[in-house]
Antibody
Framework: QVQLVESGGGVVQPGGSLRLSCAAS????????MHWVRQAPGKGLEWVAF????????HYTDSVKGRFTISRDNSKNTLYLQMNGLRDGDTAIYYC????????????????WGQGTLVTV | SYVLTQTPSVSVAPGKTARISCGGK??????VHWYQQKPGQAPVLVVY???DRPSGIPERFSGSNSGDTATLTISGVEAGDEADYYC???????????FGGGTKLTVL
């Protein structure tokens, strides 16, 4: 059974940095693209970033481009999100999510989600 | 940028059918995926690729996509179906994932 566990959230001042991690078990992470999705308090889901299964491509929502970096260490079965230059608008629960298609060239559906980690700016 | 439009709220009596719509500029050409999110919980995939159901999702949940609108249909609605529902696509032109604004389903 796939399990995704996020960590690294917390309280940070505007302009600060945080690094989120997502540890995966029950699957070979290197087979799947991975995503970060966030949800501000009382708001809807917002996609943040996607990384291809082999790490060769990354895509970001416009509001985080140049500030956030998604990466992965397939040997550790772990996904990361480095967040720099944090702003009030980045306050949210951050979820990591697994793409539903193995070896997908682009994003598809999200078939497994972590429980999320709260980032407060 | 690509926008998916959802009705903010839908109410339905138990045992009836709920239909939740998701409008996009080229809905029929995009595969649409649907998620259910209950308060305090992570989202759960309920329909993918317009009409496929993941294992463990009841047959009461079905999806369709025609023209510019995709629809999630929940038949025989139960109290436990009360949740927020989100549609989602991959916009290949912008290389962005897009979520709809969400629909709150209330079971009367």
């Amino acid at each position: 059974q796939v399990q995704l566990v996020e960590s690294g959230g917390g309280v940070v001042q505007p302009g600060g940095s945080l690094r989120l991690s997502c540890a995966a078990s029950g699957l070979f992470l290197r087979t799947y693209g991975m995503h970060w999705v966030r949800q501000a308090p009382g708001k809807g889901l917002e996609w943040v970033a996607f990384i291809r299964y082999d790490g060769t491509e990354q895509h970001y929502t416009d509001s985080v481009k140049g500030r956030f970096t998604i990466s992965r260490d397939n040997s550790k079965n772990t996904l990361y999100l480095q967040m720099n230059g944090l702003r009030d608008g980045d306050t949210a629960i951050y979820y990591c999510a697994k793409d539903g298609r193995a070896f997908g060239d682009y994003a598809n559906w999200f078939d497994s989600w972590g429980q999320g980690t709260l980032v407060t700016v | 940028s690509y926008v998916l439009t959802q009705t903010p709220s839908v109410s339905v009596a138990p045992g009836k059918t709920a239909r939740i719509s998701c409008g996009g500029k080229n809905g029929a050409s995009q595969s649409v995926h649907w998620y259910q999110q209950k308060p305090g919980q992570a989202p759960v995939l309920v329909v993918y690729d317009d009409s496929d159901r993941p294992s463990g999702i009841p047959e009461r949940f079905s999806g369709s996509n025609s023209g510019d609108t995709a629809t999630l249909t929940i038949s025989g609605v139960e109290a436990g179906d009360e949740a927020d529902y989100y549609c989602q696509v991959w916009d290949g032109s912008s290389e962005h994932v897009v979520f709809g604004g969400g629909t709150k389903l209330t079971v009367l």
